[in-house]
């Protein structure tokens, strides 16, 4: 029995998908990327908690946990790396012996600090604890949600390498979900899409469409999903078998693949001593405060290094409005526009916080008519 195993699981809500069909299964020491939007990042992550309502399709899961790992969970910050992995993996059910836990803080570079305080830990140690935590446990899945999202180049290689680590020794199956496709390419494995299609695999900058129901674990990936980029058609009868070679190239049929061209412009922010990149994609809104300019991105506020204006310059052909002196919203992100008394106006987004954005009433025509109503 795999560890995860979805059929056909979605939610239809009216005449629409809220969360499309999607069919996924995973085995043990499966590694695999799902890259999406923010608002079915989130879905999924309620998904994967059991959290979600009106679920049609069959969900499947095995006697291990599933364990989902966010960025800001908390830890004993007045502890050090070593009780505190002790205290984890006394109380599992399948304790990792001394030298396994040893391995594995060797590779995130940790063993030789497992006396420092937790608190001292920078972004990737706090990050890679963590996941050293989870894996002591004995999960059957563990899922990331953004986990490179306040890593830099050197801390993902680090982060990566103790991925693969786990996923090479322990009988663990990894689910990334991510909203940004350069984090996916970055991890090197094997990576879907899924958006309001469905779940598609990706690879190498082309998206190729497939006629198969159901993705599966790493070894019927294998066979699933060897392409052939040309196929004779059989339906042509050639009479001249002087000119086979010449008309069967004819009737090759070219296997339709739509090119993803990934965002090449950045906004960076300052996050502890780190500088953060954003695609435009990510982005909910941008707000001013007391003569700072600070982007929001999954419900955190990240300080822009630009201000407002040059935001808005920046963002313009990326789809941002801006709404009132102190807001550029992301118009992708609206879900409605709302009419208080006396002409006032509030846009509420579909993000995670379901954010509440003001509109003034001089740019209101103006957004009608962007938006064409």
């Known amino acids: 029995m795999p560890l995860l195993e979805m059929n056909e699981v979605c939610i239809i809500e009216g005449n629409r998908y809220s969360l499309p069909r999607l069919n996924l299964r995973l085995g043990e020491k499966d590694f695999v990327v799902i890259k999406t939007t923010n608002d079915y990042l989130d879905c999924l992550i309620r998904l994967m908690e059991g959290k979600l309502d009106h679920l049609k399709g069959k969900v499947e899961v095995s006697d291990k946990r599933i364990y989902v790992l966010y960025n800001e969970d908390g830890i004993y910050k007045r502890d050090n790396i070593a009780s505190y992995l002790n205290f984890f993996n006394k109380i599992s059910s399948k304790p990792l012996s001394n030298n396994q836990l040893d391995g594995l803080l060797r590779v995130a570079g ?117 392409i052939d980029y040309e196929k004779v058609n059989d339906t042509k009868k050639v009479n001249d078998t002087e000119t086979d070679s ?84 992301n118009i992708q992100k609206i879900r409605e526009i709302i009419s208080y008394s006396r002409g006032s106006y509030v846009l509420r987004l579909s993000n995670y916080e379901n954010s509440q954005i003001p509109l003034s009433r001089q740019k209101l025509e103006e957004m009608k008519e962007l938006l064409h109503i």
């Open 110 to 226: 940790l063993l030789e600090g497992k006396k420092k305080k937790i608190g001292s830990l920078n972004s990737l140690e706090k990050q890679c604890l963590h996941l050293i935590r989870t894996v002591s446990l004995n999960p059957g899945v563990i899922v990331l949600k953004n986990p490179l999202q306040i890593l830099n180049p050197n801390e993902i290689l680090i982060y990566r390498e103790l991925l693969q680590s786990i996923v090479r020794e322990y009988e663990v199956a990894i689910l990334l979900l991510t909203n940004n496709l350069e984090d996916a390419l970055n991890l090197n494995v094997f990576t879907y899409l899924y958006d309001q299609i469905g779940l598609r695999p990706f690879d190498n900058g082309e998206m190729v469409e497939i006629d198969k129901k159901e993705v599966c674990s790493k070894e019927e990936r294998k066979e699933t999903y060897k």
């Open 246 to 329: 010449k008309q069967a190239a004819k009737d090759v049929t070219k296997i339709e693949r739509t090119i993803i061209v990934p965002p090449i412009m950045k906004i960076s922010c300052r996050y502890d001593d780190k500088l953060l990149l954003f695609s435009p994609d990510e982005i909910d809104y941008a707000e001013s405060v007391d003569g700072e300019t600070y982007v929001n991105v999954n419900g955190k506020a990240f300080q822009a290094t630009l201000t407002l204006t040059q935001l808005e310059e920046r963002l313009r052909d990326y789809g941002f409005f801006r709404c009132h002196r102190s807001y550029i919203i």
